[in-house]
């Protein structure tokens, strides 16, 4: 996660279009095409798990007796919009690459706040420890709190409150609107 943080006021007052002094936002002579194009490893990246996606859908047996939507739905549904996303941004990266610039390099300082990856890591992590034992309902809430906190937030209240909202949410749609259990730990008896 990056926040970009203005260096001096002066570097404010130039042109939002200039850049690097160059004509027409061309790249420095002497470029190669990959130059202004590292985003298209994202779009690698989409399309290595989109197909792992696929491999699993394809692997996967299902029963004959199996109603509407089934286990393929919703993996096919994410593969499919995985493929689209990384097709979208590669031909974004292709057509218009984002050079770095000189004036950008002197205006922002970006940075990886390694707090909001901790809260949120370590979140996920207590998502997966508890989750059996605590319930969907509690252990969602956590993580939604965790997530929260890590990016920022200083209402605990507020935020402990809309997470069991909507982890519960969650919970009656998956159990009664698709009738799927999700583990209900010390809220349904079990421990």
Known sequence: MSTPVPSSPDMAEQHPGEKAGLPDGQP???TSWWSG????????????????LLIGILTMEVGEDTDFPG???FPGILM???YVLAALLALHYVRSPEHPTETSAQRYRTFTDWSAVLWAAGGFLLFA?????????IAAALLFWC?????????????VSFALLFSSAIYLAF?????????????????
């Not at 194009?37 to 792992?52: I, P």
């Not at 420890?129 to 309902?137: D, S």
């Not at 997530?147 to 935020?159: C, K, W």
Request: hydrophobic share 50%.
């Open 28 to 30: 420095p002579a002497g």
């Open 37 to 52: 194009r590292s985003g298209l490893l994202l779009s690698l990246v989409m399309v290595a798990f989109s197909t792992y």
């Open 71 to 73: 286990p393929k739905f």
């Open 80 to 82: 499919v919009a995985g």
């Open 129 to 137: 420890l508890t989750l059996e034992k605590l319930g969907w309902i």
């Open 147 to 159: 997530v929260a906190r890590g990016f920022g937030s200083r209402r605990p209240l507020f935020d």
């Open 175 to 191: 159990a009664i609107g698709l009738g799927l259990n999700l583990p209900s730990g010390i809220l349904g008896g079990g421990f």
